[in-house]
């Protein structure tokens, strides 16, 4: 069955600095897109950065990169040069090469800049 | 719209009456997604669909729960009878197409508390 793991509950960071958030997935298709989203204490999903199985290059977006291990499984997002609106909940998800496209989601890791 | 609107932005209810919650996509999107958050964790799928049709609702826990979109532009997402352990974030996500590169859009959700 399909899953997404991560590991993290919360994680705390220096501003400006990097940090990582941990993501590993299972999926026995070889067609999938992984997915990281930014929800903010008011509720929304925001979309951050997309994946795809085939990409032979590490997506990257802004201040966000990801960091994609097939072998390993694992899809950590690396957000750069951290802010102070950067404190949020992170959620990895994978979303299906066939059928309906869902996503599957992680648990999320809180993720709290200090100044 | 700008965006994926959805209402009401809170809903209160006591157990056993039947609730509507809406979903106003992304013009021109034609997929449409249920998820259900609940506290502390990430989105699980309801259901979806493409345009009218209701092409996977396997992620609904009960026939309680019900879901339509009969113009093929917004959906309503109805519970009836409802009981505590109905109480979350009912977040709705649509995308321009199906397929597995293409993010979805969420809503800032529905939260639905049941006394």
């Known amino acids: 069955a399909q899953k997404i793991t991560q590991t993290q509950p919360g994680m705390f960071v220096q501003e400006k600095e990097a940090v990582t958030l941990d993501c590993t997935y299972d999926?026995?298709?070889?067609?999938?897109?992984l997915f990281w989203y930014k929800q903010p204490s008011s509720g929304e999903m925001i979309f951050l950065i997309y994946q795809g199985s085939y990409d032979e290059q590490n997506a990257t977006e802004g201040r966000y990169s990801l960091n994609f291990q097939k072998a390993r499984k694992s899809a950590n997002l690396v957000i750069s040069a951290s802010q102070l609106g950067d404190s949020a909940m992170y959620f990895c998800?994978?979303?299906?090469?066939?059928?309906?496209?869902?996503?599957?989601f992680g648990t999320g890791t809180r993720l709290k800049v200090l100044a | 719209g700008a965006g994926v609107s959805q209402s009401p932005r809170y809903k209160v209810a006591k157990r056993g009456q039947d609730v509507a919650l809406r979903c106003d996509p992304i013009s021109g999107h034609v997929s449409l997604f249920w998820y259900q958050q609940a506290l502390g964790q990430g989105p699980e799928f309801l259901t979806y669909?493409?345009?009218?049709?209701?092409?996977?609702k396997s992620g609904l826990p009960s026939d309680r729960f019900f879901a339509e979109r009969p113009e093929g532009s917004v959906s309503t997402l109805k519970i009836q009878r409802t009981q505590q352990e109905d109480s979350a974030v009912y977040l709705c996500a649509s995308s321009l197409e199906n397929t597995v590169n293409q993010p979805q859009h969420f809503g800032d959700g529905t939260r639905l508390s049941i006394l």
């Open positions: 669909f493409q345009n009218e049709a209701q092409l996977d």
């Open positions: 999926t026995s298709d070889q067609s999938y897109g």
């Open positions: 998800a994978m979303r299906e090469g066939q059928g309906t496209y869902k996503y599957i």
